[in-house]
């Protein structure tokens, strides 16, 4: 993550197919240029030169290329710091400008990759794709009559294929279930919005639930719309979802938190290798939001910005924090451009929570071991199952506005624990998962029925016109061992609801899109049922004083 420089900070995808690998970090704009000093010219500069001579001249095998050793040397150099300092490519540079503006430029589709094909999972309103009358379930087979089906066309290769300029032109073959015939579309490409907010709808009826699932450019004003349409249908208290969701800019995350307190209380502080860079940012007062009761949701791959939101939350008993201990991102990153269009994201400075804590995670264990701690031990050490397990640092000891003790030292922990839901461990559950046989399933079926799914106005109307449980349960697991997947009627019935929860949902997003994804999915959600049971026993009301 990194600061924008201005003091004031209380001024104000699911994807597109331009989509590029979403960044935990926020990245801020580097001014002027740090390569024209002359205390960079040091011996280690000149020693390196001269190894990089010494190649090009001397070394035997003459088709060594040596930019392609420095672009090789400059990640690895910049591992040595710690585990978010970066280097980016010029192409990966200007993707991720793209994703953190909320803007793309391409057909206006998102994909899915099974069985080595693209398939198109959601057609986006009004874009090319959607104008052109590509539909959910096309298999993407040519781009400009070239094939693109196999495991040597990921996701990401295809995407580089179909992005462009807007205005430029693009010929897709698709291959659709109902037609035996390659389908050819010529698409202009054009600008595409990057939501970051999934999804917002009415879990009862004082109950308003918001999804975020990064922090863009344009997320405050989605989160601030969305919170005020599901007001208007008569919310009184929130439950944010951050699960999952990896950070973004930071002057946007302290936008967000303005809107929930009240006047003066620090959100977030950094703090920089010179002092006259640390900053402070507080709330304004202006929040439309301090009123209601809030419950934010976290698990362990909310990072970065999210922790700041959380951690804020937290920090000022504005409300609950609900589900399991974040991934512990404490340090912001800066970018600095380079001359050939790159770019590398520098670690510039911590970031602490109100209270004080910084919730960065110890690195000095090499790279490989801070990523996996964060899922194979957590779930090894039981950490994933009870609160107990969760490694606290009793020595980094911080209080909240009330009084309540908080811990820095890795990643916010929860307020109520919930433990991982182990139905996704479930033999049966999993094989189907890994085989995307869910997806596949879903939108075959879709496929069958669209005529007449497609006259649903809402999720909720589209759910009382799909199969009975066991119906739908019967045929999917038909379906399932056709593809290869042996019938084990045991764990079938431990998952069940989850299996016939997770049908629903892909069928209902292959037809409805997105917005009727979350709803239908996150029934039976145990972290959302735990929110739900401290709401109503009016746990979350401001100020926070137990837990």
Known sequence: MTMNKKRDYTAWLPVAIAISTVVGIVVGIFMGNPFSNDKYNTQSDRKLNMILNLIAQEYVDDSINTKDLVEMSIPLILSNLDPHSSYLTPKETKASKENLAGKFQGIGVVLQSLKDTAIVMEVIQNGPSDRAGLMPGDKIVTINDST?????????????????????????????????KLMGFELTR????????????????????????????????????????????????????????????????????????????????????????????????????????????????????????????????????????SFGKGLIQKEFPLPDHSSI????????????????????????????????????????????????????????????????????????????????????????????????YALKYASEHRSSLSQMSDYKQLLRNLPAN?????????????????????????????ITSVL???????????????????????????AMKALNKHKAAFPITNY
């Open 470 to 498: 066991d119906d739908l349960l019967n045929d999917f697991v038909n379906y399932a061992a056709a593809n290869g997947i042996p019938t084990r009627w045991y764990y079938i019935r431990l998952a069940e609801d989850r």
């Open 345 to 440: 994201h520098l670690t510039v400075a911590k970031y602490y929570t109100p209270s004080g804590r910084c919730i960065q995670k110890p690195y000095d264990k090499g790279l490989l071991a801070y990523q996996s701690e964060n899922i194979i031990d957590r779930y090894s050490n039981g950490e994933l199952f009870t609160k107990d397990s969760i490694k606290i640092d009793t020595t980094k000891v911080f209080l909240t506005t009330t009084g309540r003790k908080v811990y820095g030292g890795g990643g916010i922990i929860p307020d109520i624990f919930v433990p991982i839901d182990t139905t996704s461990s479930n033999v049966y559950f999993r094989a189907a998962l890994n085989n995307g046989l869910f997806h596949s």
């Open 190 to 325: 054009g600008d595409i919005p990057s939501h970051s907010v999934a999804s917002s709808y009415m879990i009862d009826k004082t109950t308003g639930y918001v999804n975020v699932t990064q922090f863009i450019s344009n997320t405050h004003m989605e989160f601030v719309n969305a919170l005020n349409s599901l007001k208007n249908e008569g919310a009184k208290r929130f439950i944010v979802d951050l699960r999952g969701n990896p950070g973004g800019y930071v002057e946007v995350v302290i936008g967000m938190v303005n809107e929930f307190l009240p006047a003066n209380r620090l959100i977030m502080s950094s703090k920089s290798r010179y002092r006259r860079d640390d900053q402070k940012a507080y709330s304004d007062g202006r929040g439309l939001f301090q009123d209601e009761e809030l419950v934010v949701l976290i698990d362990e791959t909310s990072a970065s910005a999210s922790e700041i939101f959380a951690g804020a939350i937290q920090d000022n008993d504005r409300g609950l924090i609900v589900g399991s201990r």
């Open 504 to 530: 629903k949902a892909f069928i209902a997003r292959d037809i409805l899109g997105q917005v009727a994804f979350y709803p239908i999915i996150n029934r039976g959600d145990k972290t959302i049922e735990a």
């Open 148 to 180: 693109c089906v196999g495991p040597k066309f990921p996701n990401t290769e295809i995407a580089q294929r179909l992005r462009g300029p807007k205005g430029t032109k693009v010929k897709v073959g698709i291959k659709r279930n109902d037609s035996n």
